[in-house]
């Protein structure tokens, strides 16, 4: 079977190919290779190397610069997974593409199902929404496309919030976090889990829902997420010095972007879907901790 995988200098990028079945011939792409600014050559490059899938983990994913940098963050997010998404079709192959929790507005009061009304509040959200889309309508919301939620991305690796903050902790005794976000953080390893147990399922024949959300599980703020990192930190001796950890409001914090309250996503019919479960985002940050303190 050959994949292709497009971002795979990326934290996601990189633990899908670390965790790739035997047997899998993978098409690792960077940004030289397959650069999503260029819909055209997205195009032209799935067609030449006709891959068996296409796992697209590229993204826009700056979602303050997104709000002024508007036609690239389209390009990235909508334009080119369109054209992806055909020239996987048009080779009869399949398409997995990752997707956000901001495609929704946040004002539910309980997690947001796999068929709920979209309503993003940013540009970011429009364009991952935008790319949804595309790939719903071109696959006919058939398993040879499949969309990804997933939301609060970290690893061990990489630029994500938990890696900031582990920086942060490190050179200050005292740190500000936004404490009325909430959200259901998620590691790359379970996303990257499910997506290849996706591969598994479709490629021996399982039909599956066009759109899966995938999370670990519970719900947490920024603030919470912080204090179990440096909690943890100082359990295993990463950190030893003392930080003062205050929580504010997002009113308190400077952004030209509107984020959701509240984008916890639904994600049990998904794991029963995959044959999967899932695991408690305090674990998942246990893991991630001890894996950055051993530099993998």
């Known amino acids: 079977m050959k994949i292709l995988i497009t971002g795979s200098n ?5 633990e899908i190919i670390k965790n790739q079945p035997f047997g899998v011939d993978l098409l690792k792409t960077t940004k030289a290779e397959l650069d999503l600014k260029e819909p055209n050559k997205c ?27 508007k036609d690239l963050s389209y390009l990235i997010n909508s334009l080119s997974v369109k054209s992806l998404a055909e020239a996987t079709k048009r080779i ?8 956000t929790d901001y495609v929704f507005n946040g004002k539910k009061k309980q997690p947001y199902l796999p068929d709920d009304l979209k309503s993003p509040l940013n540009i970011y959200g ?10 719903k309508d071109i696959f006919n919301n058939s398993s040879k496309g499949i969309v990804i939620r997933t939301s609060w991305l970290m690893s061990s690796i990489g630029n994500n919030f938990a890696t900031k903050i582990l920086k942060l902790l490190a050179k200050n005794d005292r740190v500000n976090i936004i404490n009325d976000q909430i959200g259901a953080p998620t590691s790359t390893k379970i996303l990257a889990k499910a997506c290849w147990q996706a591969i598994k399922l479709i490629s021996g ?17 920024w ?13 295993i ?6 930080v003062e950890i205050n ?33 408690d985002w305090e674990k998942a940050i246990k893991d991630l901790i001890s894996d950055y303190q051993k530099g993998i």
């Open 205 to 221: 024949g399982k039909t599956l829902p066009p759109i899966l959300q995938i999370t670990n599980s519970g719900e947490a703020s």
């Open 92 to 99: 009869d192959s399949n398409l997995i593409q990752f997707s």
């Open 10 to 14: 990326g934290q996601l990028g990189k």
């Open 247 to 279: 929580p504010i409001k997002t009113s308190e914090y400077k952004s030209k972007v509107i984020r959701p309250y509240y984008s916890v996503l639904d994600c049990k019919e998904s794991f029963e879907e995959l044959l999967m479960k899932s695991y």
């Open 126 to 135: 429009q364009t991952k929404s935008f790319g949804e889309d595309y790939v």
């Open 43 to 69: 195009y032209e490059y799935v067609m030449s190397k006709k891959p068996d899938w296409v796992i697209n983990c590229a993204a826009y994913t700056n979602v303050e610069k997104a709000e002024s940098d």
């Open 223 to 235: 603030y919470d997420i912080a204090v179990e990192i440096y909690k943890t930190s100082k359990e």
């Open 237 to 242: 001796g990463l950190l030893d010095n003392t």
